[in-house]
């Protein structure tokens, strides 16, 4: 059993630092979010339940709670996730699959656990489940040399969490699952892989934004240069590249079926204030322009702590929510963005060294998933603060109210010295 002092030596405190005082600026700015001259100056003598009607308050509980998981979470010894990372990924499967029937609904989505006044979201806690898992998986084989019973599988682990996720309509964590890609590039994956799918997704965006003829064309254009400039392509590999001119083609012409059938109402508003904002500024676009408008008002150093007019006043809506960044731009202005922005790229550093540390497979890419993960959130998080990204309900980690307690389960748990 491990005493108190080896502990110590196998904890990377700078970590450990650099997280504290997150969570501390994200308690500071969940204050000064919901915070009103009007409320009462002093707590003592209030009750509990008077208490609770303070997001500020229910942030300290949010983060004692995570305290005590993160002792849980260091006194297992580490070879316990590897050993039940299946049985828990089974276990999450199976409260994805009965949470849409059991919970009611709330902004459309029926994807919160109430359990009396707390209330839980699955989908938060699948994503470190399913890092356990594949990281448990790749510690099996070679992504280098896998075979395509070992593709399907890491695909199926991967694509089931994200799958049922979207059909409690939480399209927003969905996405999340995304970022695993990061790892698996880390552990060898080709980086075609990568490409393909950015080559993907920037057609996918041309044919929202340029007329269809032209993007034909010009696909048809570089389709017959490249035959004509490259005899070797020609003989070789016709077929390929006239399928893959067929599938872009195909992509074309389908974005508009996706986006007007699959895609629902609010998601494709969503998608359109992206491009072009001014589109609704005072409907689906009142919530991106409310929030430009706070961040660029806190210039250089802000208006200072609880000044922000714009939180005050409640112009932007889910201030203590997914619009959380709003009040650090407003208060701490552009100093306290990049200073936000460094100490989330501080703590990313460090999970990636920690993993680079590990001497197992399974410790190495779990501490990649988590970095991945933290990352993600993150930089869509403060992108749809900012008009960079579309609205899709993603929480800045460590800052937003009642996110907490599942996104400190990121705590990287793995050990600095190595196992």
Not at 12 to 20: A, K, N, Q
Not at 49 to 56: A, D, R, T
Not at 385 to 394: R, S
Request: proline share 5%.
């Amino acid at each position: 059993m491990k005493t108190p002092a080896r502990y110590s030596r196998s904890i990377d405190w700078v970590t450990v630092g650099i997280y504290l005082l997150m969570v501390f600026v994200g308690w500071l700015n969940v204050y000064a979010a919901s915070y009103s001259p009007d409320a009462p100056t002093h707590v003592f003598g209030l009750s509990f339940g008077e208490l609770m009607n303070f997001n500020w308050f229910k942030q300290i509980l949010w983060i004692g709670t995570a305290v005590l998981l993160i002792v849980v979470l260091l006194v297992v010894d580490y070879k316990a996730y590897d050993t039940f990372a299946y049985a828990l990924y089974a276990g999450m499967i199976v409260l994805l699959i009965v949470t849409p029937f059991i919970a009611r609904p709330i902004a459309g989505s029926r994807s919160w656990l109430e359990l009396g006044p707390v209330r839980l979201q699955p989908a938060e806690f699948a994503k470190f489940i399913t890092a356990l898992a594949v990281s448990r998986y790749m510690a099996g084989i070679n992504l280098r040399h896998q075979n395509f019973r070992d593709q399907l599988m890491l695909a199926v682990f991967t694509l089931l969490p994200p799958l049922l996720i979207i059909a409690a309509n939480e399209t927003g964590q969905a996405l999340v699952f995304g970022a695993f890609l990061l790892a698996y590039f880390r552990e060898g994956m080709s980086p075609l892989i990568l490409l393909l799918l950015a080559a993907g997704g920037a057609i996918l965006i041309l044919a929202l934004l340029v007329p269809k003829l032209w993007l034909i064309g010009f696909f048809t254009v570089l389709l017959v240069l490249v035959l004509v400039f490259n005899n070797r392509l020609l003989r070789h590999h016709l077929p390929l590249s006239i399928g893959v001119w067929l599938v872009v083609i195909g992509m074309v012409f389908g974005v508009d079926f996706f986006f007007n059938s699959v895609l629902q109402e609010h998601q494709r508003k969503r998608i359109e204030i992206l491009i072009n904002p001014s589109a609704d500024p005072l409907g689906v676009g009142w919530n991106v322009t409310q929030s430009k408008i706070a961040i660029g008002s806190g210039g250089v150093v802000g208006k200072g702590f609880l000044q922000g007019t714009q939180t005050k006043f409640d112009f932007v809506p889910e201030q203590s929510t997914d619009f959380i960044f709003c009040t650090v731009g407003e208060e701490w202005g552009w100093l306290g963005s990049v200073v936000t922005i460094a100490l989330f790229m501080a703590l990313l550093w460090r999970i990636v060294y920690v993993a680079e540390r590990q001497k197992s497979v399974f410790g190495r890419t779990y501490g990649y998933c988590v970095a991945s993960i933290i990352f993600f959130h993150f930089a869509v998080n403060i992108g749809m603060t900012i008009g960079l990204a579309p609205v899709v309900g993603i929480p800045l980690p460590f800052f937003q109210l009642r996110r907490l307690l599942a996104l400190v389960i990121y705590y990287p748990t793995v050990y600095p010295a190595g196992h």
